[in-house]
């Protein structure tokens, strides 16, 4: 089994930045991509940002240019650094893990973007 843990979120201005991190444990041994995605009140989860084991990275059209998603693949680690955070941004962050054609997720951070 795989665990995720999430840290980093919480209460930010607009314009203001957070980083999350997203640390894997457990049965980690052929990671396909590790990705971030959001889930808004009342709105489906979709994706953020995600890189695969070969560092290709996709971001929404929605935060290029304002995030950036990396890794330490040492500690089978993803990060997500949000800059000029907006209140559209407010949302639950779940980190996303995809191994064997399986997908596992983390228990969810929240990040709110208000003044």
């Known amino acids: 089994q795989v665990q995720l843990v999430e840290s980093g979120g919480g209460l930010v201005q607009p314009g203001g930045s957070l980083r999350l991190s997203c640390a894997a444990s457990?049965?980690?041994?052929?990671?396909?991509?590790m990705g971030w995605y959001r889930q808004a009140p009342g709105k489906q989860r979709e994706l953020v940002a995600i890189i695969t084991t070969f560092g290709t990275t996709n971001y929404a059209d929605s935060v290029k240019g304002r995030f950036t998603i990396s890794r330490d693949k040492a500690k089978n680690t993803v990060y997500l650094q949000m800059n000029s955070l907006k209140p559209e941004d407010t949302a639950v962050y779940l980190c996303?893990?995809?191994?064997?054609?399986?997908?596992?997720w983390g228990q969810g951070t929240q990040v709110t973007v208000s003044s």
């Open positions: 996303n893990l995809q191994q064997y054609s399986r997908d596992y």
């Open positions: 457990g049965s980690v041994s052929s990671i396909n991509a």
